[in-house]
């Protein structure tokens, strides 16, 4: 590929400073999603080229939406997935995920494939490519080009290492392509292909390497793209796969080191793996409003959605689920700009939570819409596209079992040294808009051994007094259940055998770890809450929501909670129906959103 050189920031504690470019301000951030906004307009306006009857119309064609794509063009959205450093406007992780909401929330298919796979793609060679490599990504990017990876798995469960490519090695130490993948997204449109590959016999973490490709270099005739997959879900979405033939590939392709293949992966994961899910539970925004809408509209049941109080429940704790699902996204894109050694924990955790509860919340409203839930096209079509989209874009690279192995070896460590023995100390987890030093992804990799979401969680439940919030009756001793549940974690953990075998991959760890990530995601709305407190945001400051969040977290984990205690929803229901009469975000940040 052609070179050119450009300086990429340097690690260290001095290249970390938090930033103060205009650029990547909290006003600026807020602008950028305001300008997409009001760029897709109104989805429900019939006469919007860029509104529901379109996206719908393209995703029965199998076709991404080609006015959606000049949009984003337009908008240089490409920008926003390249590091400052390298011209582009990447900062921040949390901030990222904001800009692409605006984008997931009309059209998930749009979202992943013009956006989100270049991300994942990128991450790789953030954290390990060249110089060259890097400012040739970037120069591809802001160019409009794209980037495609091949980490995705059709018959493996999305385990990437199976099925794989393999790069072999010749007498005269060049290096070979062969092998095949049927499903890689945009992998017929992508100039810049990054490729995990087998590039040593055996099954240890040395045996794969990760190359980065230009397309337009390989010989012609030694690589092909295969036929497109059909999907249910994400039909709009161009996934194709391809096929290389002994394909010579250039010396300096290799992302980092020979062998460094999986190292990489996981180091890129603890990126990806909460970015992603922090983008798509804006899809879960639009199923939550398109059913309030169906049931403002229609009512339930025969009865209008004010006096049923079953479809009120249902609407309000669909809310709380995405409440508690950008609690956790937060905590979790924010320790990735810390550089925290958990990180990789945390996104695992991310990955494997948010897509259970945005699938759990997306069901328990398909009941509001009736026989209306299997219509395609009109008014409330969108929704029956979100129900199939959500489980594709949720999967993404690496599934449950995946994650769950990323945090189950984590838990004896965490258990012996951090559990109900660090202090709180990183407050900057929850603030939902405040500055963090430039993400750097060569610091992605490190090991946990301190917890500050479960040392927030013990933290807030020394903190709340008797009658110090409106649900104090119910809020005390709920977060003393759930500390009583990290004690139960620790004596469990502690009894793993620290990084044994036995500890990665078995169905009592396994159980662990989902208990766990319950655990975090409490502990992260009760840091969003206890750091909300004299902010100017009073529904988040309030306990109604956290009380509501931290019941449904109980009843997950199977924790008795107050009998007769009083409930939030009221308050919960009530805040939903004026951001829905006010078209605003159901996440954290409460956005202006079009007309909708």
Known sequence: MALTTLPVQEGGAAARARVADPLNSEAAVAGRVADLERRFGDPWDPANPLGHAQILAADERGLPQAEAEELLDGFGLNAEFVPAALGGRLVRADTLARVLRPVFRRDQSLGTGYGAFSVLAGASVWAAGSRTQQRWAADLLLGGGRLAVSYRELAHGNAFLRDEFTLAAASDGAHTLTGAKRVIINADRARGLVIVCRSADGSGSESHSTVLLDREALPAGRVRDLEPFPMVGMRGCPVTGLEFRDCPVPQDSLLGQLGQGVELALSSFAFTRSILPSMVLAGGDTALRTALRFATCHGVGGRAVERNPQARRTLAGAFTDLLICDSLALAATRSAGLGLGITGVY??????????????????????????????????????????????????HAGAAAALSTISPALSTLARRSWLVDPASHSTLFALREDLPVLDFRRLGTSAAQDPLCAELVAAAESIEDGDAEFSAVLRPIARHLVGELRRLREAGAALAPLSRHSLANPHTYALADRYTLVLAAAACLGVWRHQQGGQDPFLAGSGWLVSALLRICTRLGIGTPANAPGPETEVFGELSRRFTQSASFDLYDTPLAAW
């Open 347 to 396: 996104a695992a955790a991310t990955k494997y939570l948010l897509p259970i509860l945005l699938r759990d919340a997306v069901h328990e409203l398909s009941v509001l819409l009736g026989s209306s839930i299997y219509v395609r096209d009109g008014e409330y079509g969108i929704f029956q596209k979100h129900v199939r989209d959500l489980p594709v874009t949720s999967l993404g």
